[in-house]
């Protein structure tokens, strides 16, 4: 019994840790983009749910998502993980070929 006890507390305790972190990164991000070829705006929607949408211009890919400390983690349909860093309401990511993407929060 004080088995089963400190298992549902430590289950409590880690949905109360990760679901604590999202809210504060939930919302639209536009990319800032000086080089671009085209003039479509590149962004991205993160849900409190753990699910996301990268678009640009009129198509979208969905991925899941979570943080972890000052990383945001993207998980890929194809199973690829991109790793962003998280400061200030702007994420920082780098794609691979090497190009590099800022997020700043819109709403």
């Known amino acids: 019994m004080v088995c089963f006890r400190l298992l549902l507390f430590c289950l409590i305790l880690a949905?109360?840790?990760g679901c604590?972190?999202?809210p504060a990164?939930?919302?639209t991000y536009i990319a800032d983009?000086?080089?671009s070829p085209s003039n479509?705006?590149?962004?991205?929607?993160?849900?409190?749910?753990g699910v996301g949408a990268w678009k640009v211009g009129d198509d979208e890919v969905a991925f899941s998502w979570?943080?972890?400390?000052?990383?945001?983690?993207?998980?890929?349909?194809n199973g690829g993980v991109?790793?962003?860093d998280i400061d200030n309401?702007?994420?920082?990511?780098?794609?691979?070929?090497?190009?590099?993407?800022?997020?700043?929060?819109?709403?």
Do not use: W
Request: charged fraction near 30%.
């Open 89 to 107: 309401g702007v994420i920082h990511c780098t794609l691979p070929g090497s190009k590099d993407l800022r997020f700043r929060k819109v709403k």
């Open 82 to 84: 991109i790793v962003a």
């Open 15 to 17: 949905v109360m840790i």
């Open 40 to 49: 479509h705006e590149t962004s991205l929607e993160l849900k409190e749910t």
């Open 20 to 22: 604590g972190q999202k």
């Open 33 to 35: 983009i000086e080089d």
């Open 66 to 77: 979570y943080a972890k400390g000052d990383e945001l983690r993207i998980n890929t349909k």
């Open 25 to 27: 990164y939930v919302g």
